[in-house]
């Protein structure tokens, strides 16, 4: 993924419909949610299996999803200055340490429960 590139791509595809006025970190962020609620909306009801066995046209529609989810997180990355590649080294860092391996192998339990 060439996230330099895929963000060029989104500011100018915002500069060009005047869209940059519209989208502060809080409106990206609520846009975001929206976009992570209809990725949700596939899969509701579902069993297990058939979430790992979609059709085409709803693994479609999920990729669809994914993207639009993509694109405002980037967005709101852009607009914080925020480096995507370093935010999450540095989390997973954080959750190394907040759940061992040794504590949690197999666990679903969240770490305050440890």
């Known amino acids: 993924m060439n996230i330099e590139k895929l963000k060029s791509?989104?500011?100018k595809f915002s500069e060009?419909?005047?869209w940059e006025q519209f989208h502060s970190p809080k409106n990206l962020s609520m846009a975001l949610?929206?976009?992570a609620s209809?990725?949700?909306e596939i899969f509701q009801w579902l069993t297990?299996?058939?979430s790992y066995n979609l059709n085409e046209s709803k693994k479609q529609h999920a990729k669809e999803e994914v993207a639009d989810i993509a694109i405002y997180l980037l967005r709101i990355c852009m607009k914080l200055n925020i480096n995507l590649d370093e935010a999450i080294i540095e989390k997973m860092k954080?959750?190394?340490e907040k759940y061992p391996v040794a504590k949690?192998?197999?666990?679903?339990?969240k770490y305050t429960e440890l």
């Open 48 to 50: 297990e299996e058939q």
């Open 38 to 40: 209809e990725l949700v």
């Open 94 to 96: 954080k959750n190394e």
């Open 9 to 11: 791509i989104l500011k």
């Open 16 to 18: 060009e419909r005047d």
């Open 33 to 35: 949610s929206v976009e």
């Open 104 to 109: 949690v192998k197999g666990s679903a339990k």
